[in-house]
């Protein structure tokens, strides 16, 4: 079962393309290929002195969609990075704010039948401005964003982004808000 | 803003490895990396005469986790493949099912950072029994389970699979259980 072999088709900066192949125990070979990626980590930025509950989102452009969307900020760890200090870095890369505390809500896989990418998500609370420069491609306008409205878009559709619908119904979990 | 070019690195079966490049209003180029996905179907198989709230689960062999992991039954849509008629093939090869009734439940991106691959999303009523046979590189076994424990998994972070988390939170808001 566990008779497997695989090789690089592409090297990106921060994931590969690979091929592997897999012989069941009947013999079958099985052939696939996927992306092999150092994880993520997803950010909800919690603003406490908000008269309503309210979280930063962005709104990003993505090249394989060609346009801009509504998503949480987010971002690819580096090789061996600190799980916490890559959420830092991210937030403080995306939205200019730093955390006095992350709360790990559990994790999730994007996309398992595609690539091994595994997503960390935090809530970020105690937001105080402490920038780092932003990747200088990327397209980003943070966005300061009712929480109740968010929760109502994850359920009924109108919010699309996958981790940003895990990350908020979580967050409304944990807040005992749903 | 729009002037962009791509090329295909790598053709699969049913999607591609794509490099685009993209010139910003500056003048700055950017290049990236991204998955052309032909978009998916995510299907949650409601069994209506059950004691209690229940629904088919897979176990699936996902080669890019190199194990088996609790997902809802999914599928790669064919070229131009109408997407009702997706929902049903799918739900038919890997349940044996087919539904008398998808309630769509809106979409999702599982991964917009590498892929342009879209989800949708269905609530499959009034099954019965009339299989179409399993693709043969696929390692599945369904499983009937607990709806409520899956609500719960999936605010708990014991839930891992992002389309799953989405199908199952939006079924349950639909439901009026959640």
Not at 14 to 27: E, F, I, M, P
Not at 122 to 141: R, V
């Amino acid at each position: 079962m566990n008779n497997s072999a695989r090789y690089t088709i592409w090297q990106g900066k921060s994931w590969r393309l690979c091929s592997a192949a897999r012989v069941l125990a009947d013999g079958t070979l099985v052939k696939t290929t996927y992306i092999d990626h150092p994880g993520a980590v997803v950010l909800v930025p919690w603003l406490d002195d908000s008269p309503e509950p309210t979280v930063l989102m962005l709104r990003q452009y993505r090249h394989a969609l060609a346009d801009f969307i509504l998503e949480l900020p987010a971002g690819t760890r580096g090789e061996n990075e600190d799980w916490n200090a890559c959420a830092q870095r991210e937030l403080r890369e995306e939205t200019g704010q730093e955390a006095e505390q992350l709360i790990e809500l559990g994790r999730c896989w994007p996309a398992p039948g595609v690539s091994n990418e595994i997503m960390a998500i935090y809530l970020a609370c105690g937001l105080h401005t402490n920038p780092l420069p932003q990747d200088d491609d990327e397209e980003i306008e943070v966005v300061p964003y009712p929480f109740n409205d968010l929760v109502r878009m994850a359920l009924d559709g109108s919010l699309l982004d996958a981790k940003s619908i895990v990350g908020i119904l979580r967050t409304a979990r944990y807040k005992r808000l749903l």
